[in-house]
C-alpha cells in the first residue's frame, strides 16, 4: 500500500493531522537536503514534499522561486534527486522508510524527462507521489492513470477561487489527499490567513473523503494551531526555505539543528492538546 494512504489511515487512529514540510531538493546542496529530511522526521514531520529545481515556476513564489535557482546553478538535475531519495530509502531506517515523499514538478520537466520514465525512475527511488501545479485537471486523467499503475499518487491543488464545481472534479480526480491552497496568489509567508478559510476548508470536506492538507502561507505555530482542527495535514513551505537562505553561511549543523527546533515547534502545536 502506498504509504500516503497508510499514514493518513494510522493518524486518524490516532486522531492526529500530519505535518508536511517542503524544502527544495538541492538547496543549497543535495546531501543537506539528505540532513533536513533526517532531522525534520526525527523532530516530527509526517510527510515531505521535495521541490523540483525549476527555472519558471508557475505558483512558486520569490522566496521558493530563489532556492529553485540557487539549485539549478549548482547543477541539480532531476536524477540527482531521486538518487537521493533513494540513498534515503535504502538506510532501511524504520521511521524514514514510513514516511512518506512527495514532488512539486512543473509538468514541463515531467515532459522533457518523459512520462513514462519519470514516473518508472520516481516510483523505484521511492517517492509516493506527485503534486504538478500547472497540471490542468481536464489534461490530467493519462498522467493519474499511468501514476496509479505504479501506486504512484496525482495530488491536485484546488484554490479559494476554484469554482465549485471544478472543485469537485478536481476532488474525483486527485489521489492520496488534496492540496487546498489557503490563499489566491503565489507561496509565500503570510502573516493572517483568510478569515474564509476554515469555511472553505469545511465545504470541501463535505465532498470528498480524501484527506485534505492546507499549504500556501503556513508558517507559524499560530497557523498551525488555527488550522489544525480542520484540516488533514498542513503544508509549511516558504518559512523553512527563508531559514535556509537566511543561515547559508553558517555551519551545516547549525542550520539542521536550527531547521529541526522550528519543524519540532510546528509538530508541537499540531498536538490536539496545543490546538485551538
Known amino acids: 500500500m502506498n504509504r500516503i494512504d497508510v499514514l493518513f489511515g494510522r493518524l486518524r487512529e490516532q486522531g492526529r493531522h500530519a505535518l508536511m514540510p517542503f524544502v527544495t531538493a538541492g538547496d543549497p546542496d543535495l546531501a543537506t537536503t539528505g540532513l533536513l529530511i533526517r532531522e525534520m522526521v526525527r523532530r516530527g514531520a509526517d510527510m515531505i514534499e521535495l521541490g523540483i529545481p525549476y527555472s519558471d515556476p508557475v505558483a512558486d513564489g520569490p522566496v521558493i522561486a530563489a532556492s529553485y535557482q540557487r539549485a539549478l546553478e549548482r547543477g541539480v538535475k ?9 540513498a534515503i530509502r535504502a538506510e532501511g531506517r524504520e521511521e524514514l522508510d514510513a514516511t512518506p515523499i512527495v514532488s512539486m514538478s512543473s509538468f514541463a520537466i515531467i515532459h522533457r524527462v518523459g512520462v513514462e ?19 490542468p485537471v481536464e489534461e490530467s486523467a493519462a498522467l493519474m492513470e499511468k501514476a496509479t499503475a505504479r501506486a504512484l499518487k496525482l495530488i491536485q491543488l484546488i484554490t479559494p477561487t476554484t469554482p465549485k464545481a471544478r472543485a469537485e472534479e478536481i476532488a474525483r480526480m486527485t489521489t492520496g489527499f ?6 489566491a496568489g503565489i507561496t509565500g509567508e503570510r502573516k493572517e490567513l483568510p478569515p474564509d478559510l476554515v469555511a472553505n476548508v469545511e465545504w470541501l470536506r463535505a465532498r470528498t473523503e480524501l484527506p485534505i492538507c492546507v499549504g500556501f502561507g503556513i508558517s507559524t505555530p499560530d497557523h498551525v494551531r488555527r488550522l489544525a482542527p480542520v484540516a488533514d495535514g498542513l503544508i509549511v513551505g516558504s518559512a523553512l526555505v527563508r531559514r535556509l537562505a537566511d543561515a547559508a553561511d553558517r555551519p551545516r549543523p547549525e542550520v539542521v539543528r536550527d531547521i529541526g527546533d522550528f ?6 502545536a499540531m498536538k490536539p492538546g496545543e490546538a485551538g
Request: aromatic residues 8%; without cysteine; proline residues 2%.
Open 263 to 268: 519543524v519540532g515547534e510546528l509538530a508541537g
Open 117 to 135: 520514465r519519470y514516473l518508472d525512475d520516481a516510483a523505484a527511488a521511492g517517492l509516493d507521489g506527485l503534486i504538478v501545479p500547472d497540471l
Open 78 to 86: 532531476v536524477a540527482h534527486i531521486l538518487d537521493a531519495v533513494r
Open 178 to 183: 488534496i492540496y487546498f491552497v489557503s490563499v
